[in-house]
């Protein structure tokens, strides 16, 4: 079974703290995302990876950076974390192309997710 | 871009009973996943469905492709069955960017 892990399921932070979310999976997946999600907006892609030390932004990256030093890891760091940042975090990740993985590659596979309240 | 759009928003029954929830998408797509959100929050994979009929226990879902729905059929609801599913479907201009469905919020009464 894919797995993926966040590191905190909760965590309160103060407005100006340096956030760092980090998010493991152990199925060898090229392709790494974070959303997050909010009452009434749903699920927001923030950024993704698609390969080491590779990221692109989605739709909403203001605010947040990211690291992906090894495969299996992506961090998502808010350098200065605001109150409108309060949100929950969800990590994914999913292979990047069909090479022996059949026609479901693309699916994408989710963490428990990491509720952030920021004062 | 690709429109999905899920129906109904919400959706209240007792437990034991039958649900059909629905997805539309506004243009032809290579696959399709459904998602159940739990209480906690953690989104679970149902399934990646780009067309035909899968089944999964008292679950099964059924992708049209030509005419751009979709359907997750929940049998003999149970309690644990509460909380959103949700549809996504890939963008155009990134295969492995999804578009998600606003969801439907489903609670099983005892």
């Known amino acids: 079974d894919v797995k993926v892990t966040q590191s905190s399921r909760y965590l309160v932070k103060r407005t100006g703290e340096k956030v760092f979310l980090e998010c493991v999976q152990d199925?060898?997946?090229?392709?790494m995302f974070w959303y997050r999600q909010d009452p009434g907006l749903g699920l927001r892609l923030i950024y993704f990876?698609?390969?080491?030390?590779?990221?692109e932004k989605g739709d909403i990256p203001e605010g947040y950076s990211v690291s992906r030093e090894k495969k299996e890891r992506f961090s998502l760091i808010l350098e200065s974390a605001s109150t409108n940042q309060t949100s929950m975090y969800l990590c994914?990740?999913?292979?990047?192309?069909?090479?022996?993985?059949?026609?479901?590659?693309?699916?994408?596979?989710f963490g428990p997710g990491t509720r952030l309240t920021v004062l | 871009g690709i429109q999905v759009e899920q129906s109904p928003p919400d959706l209240i029954l007792q437990e034991g009973a039958n649900s059909t929830l629905r997805c539309n998408f506004s243009?032809?797509?290579?696959?399709l996943q459904w998602f159940h959100q739990n209480p906690w929050g953690q989104l679970i994979n149902l399934f990646y469905?780009?067309?035909?009929?899968k089944q999964n226990g008292r679950l099964s879902a059924t992708t049209v492709a030509t005419e751009r729905y979709s359907l997750l059929y929940i049998s003999s609801s149970q309690t644990t069955d509460s909380g959103v599913y949700f549809c996504?479907?890939?963008?155009?201009?990134?295969?492995?960017?999804?578009?998600w469905g606003a969801g439907t919020k489903l609670i099983i009464k005892p």
């Open positions: 243009d032809s797509v290579n696959n």
């Open positions: 996504a479907v890939p963008r155009r201009d990134s295969n492995y960017q999804l578009i």
């Open positions: 469905i780009p067309s035909g009929t």
């Open positions: 994914a990740s999913s292979f990047h192309s069909d090479r022996g993985h059949g026609s479901s590659y693309n699916e994408q596979f």
């Open positions: 990876s698609y390969d080491v030390k590779m990221k």
């Open positions: 199925m060898d997946h090229e392709n």
